[in-house]
């Protein structure tokens, strides 16, 4: 782990996978799209079953965006490794378009099941809670100017929301449930959904891979720059 | 450790019912927050009293807020959160001390105001117990989770700004519960939502002086 806290080895390993990495998130949504639209409709909800496999997907990276946040902060505050607080940083403004997109896909989907776009359910409110959290965080990045500082105030929230964020799913479950109940894991999903589920559930986590890794190259070539012009003078 | 530690309450005591009454400036806003809300969904003591729970909830939990910029910023500009900090007291210990410097000042007034309010919205006999007691065993949350939030901001020039969007959606757990058991002492029911608001705000009251104080520790640093 800590081998690869050095940015310039990080500038070297990215630059070999990313390439790797994006072509392999295009091929899986593309077959995955592709796939989507050729399965059987579903018994009962038709087909508008086929926003699942945009909306699965982005709910799951959504959520697993705010842990990776979580454990980069954990390593920044524990270890103060230096490639944490950007990779932390970097993962944030993705983490809140996956939500955000989850959101919406989820709202187009409620439309023809539930009649409305938007319902007081468990899942909707605690993702518009995410949403919240992500936006939160950034704010707190942009507002602090001294940048160490900024980094290790961020750190400490984003573990103090990873503490809260399953105490807030389970206050909202408690509150109210109307969204259907997990079924991938349990195995009462229909077989034929699940090849495409699962080809762009890995899709959506590659491109955040992809998305992830330029934010953070983005940044270290950015920080280069800065130093490079202020020894410039 | 009870002597630095009782005056610092005192201290921060004093300074909330003096500078500005700022306790009473909670109060006020919890109070007119209440006032409106009838003003805008209509007079309807039926539909008054099932939302009363909600409403003096949500109503109490933005007025602890208004109050939070109070718990550190003002320390950190006049440099006296410096001093605090060279004081025998951990910061820990000092952040406990201000926890409940806020919680006397803001939570705690409020939850002695909420019974006068919800007779204002017509909330039956066991509503308004369910409510007091919802928001003796809350507030303490609410202050703490907001301590954290204010630590968080203690150096930023607008953290009034920042610090809501930050704390309210931890806060969500707090407004569920505590509105919760309104609700279900309305209806007759347990469903257990003081024990688990008790669980939150023991949880929050534990976890946030240590949060609170590594903040503050790495602001001072600088």
């Not at chain 1, 954990?74 to 955000?100: C, E, M, Q």
């Not at chain 1, 109307?178 to 894991?185: D, P």
């Not at chain 2, 009782?6 to 806003?29: E, N, Q, T």
């Not at chain 2, 009363?52 to 440099?79: C, E, H, K, T």
Request: hydrophobic fraction near 60%; aromatic fraction near 10%; include cysteine.
């Amino acid at each position: 782990m800590f081998r690869y806290a050095n940015p310039a080895v990080f500038m070297r390993l990215s630059g070999v996978l990313l390439p790797w990495v994006s072509g392999a998130a295009a091929i899986l949504l593309a077959v995955g799209l592709w796939s989507s639209f050729h399965v059987p409709p579903d018994y009962q909800q038709g087909m508008t079953v086929t926003i699942m496999f945009v909306h699965v997907p982005a709910a799951i990276v959504a959520e697993a965006a705010y842990g990776a946040i979580a454990v980069a902060s954990l390593f920044s505050l524990v270890w103060r490794h230096p490639l944490a607080d950007t990779a932390a940083r970097a993962a944030a403004p993705l983490g809140a378009v996956f939500t955000a997109l989850g959101l919406v896909t989820g709202s187009l989907w409620g439309r023809p099941m539930w009649g409305a776009y938007w319902v007081w359910d468990a899942r909707l409110t605690s993702f518009l809670l995410l949403l919240f959290l992500y936006l939160g965080y950034m704010a707190l990045w942009n507002a602090i100017e001294d940048e160490a500082r900024a980094a290790r105030a961020a750190a400490i929230l984003a573990l103090v929301g990873a503490v809260n964020l399953p105490i807030i799913k389970f206050s909202v479950d408690w509150w109210n449930t109307l969204h259907q109940g997990e079924s991938i894991v349990s195995g009462q999903i229909a077989s034929v959904f699940l090849l495409p589920l699962g080809l762009m559930a890995f899709g959506y986590m590659l491109l955040f891979a992809a998305l992830w890794m330029v934010r953070i190259r983005t940044e270290i070539v950015n920080r280069r720059a800065r130093s490079l012009m202020q020894r410039a003078g | 450790m009870s002597g630095p530690f009782v005056s610092l309450v005192m201290r921060d005591l004093r300074l909330a019912s003096r500078s500005g009454g700022s306790a009473a400036l909670a109060l006020a806003f919890f109070a007119l927050v209440a006032t409106l809300v009838p003003l805008g969904v209509g007079a309807n003591l039926n539909l008054l009293a099932r939302i009363a729970g909600g409403v003096l909830w949500v109503g109490a939990v933005l007025a602890a807020l208004l109050s939070l910029d109070r718990l550190y910023q003002g320390d950190f500009d006049d440099g006296s959160l410096d001093l605090i900090a060279l004081s025998p007291l951990s910061l820990e210990q000092v952040a406990l001390a201000k926890l409940l410097a806020h919680w006397f000042s803001t939570g705690l007034p409020l939850t002695l105001l909420s019974p006068l309010l919800a007779l204002l919205f017509g909330l039956p006999g066991p509503g308004t117990w369910a409510l007091f007691v919802s928001l003796l065993i809350g507030t303490p949350a609410v202050s703490a989770v907001g301590a954290i939030g204010a630590s968080l901001t203690l150096s930023l020039k607008r953290g009034g700004l920042i610090l809501p969007l930050i704390i309210l959606p931890l806060l969500a757990p707090a407004v569920i519960f505590g509105a919760g058991a309104v609700t279900a002492a309305l209806d007759h029911l347990s469903n257990g939502a003081l024990g688990l608001l008790s669980a939150f705000a023991a949880a929050a009251v534990l976890l946030s002086p240590f949060a609170a104080a590594a903040c503050v520790r790495l602001n001072l640093a600088g």
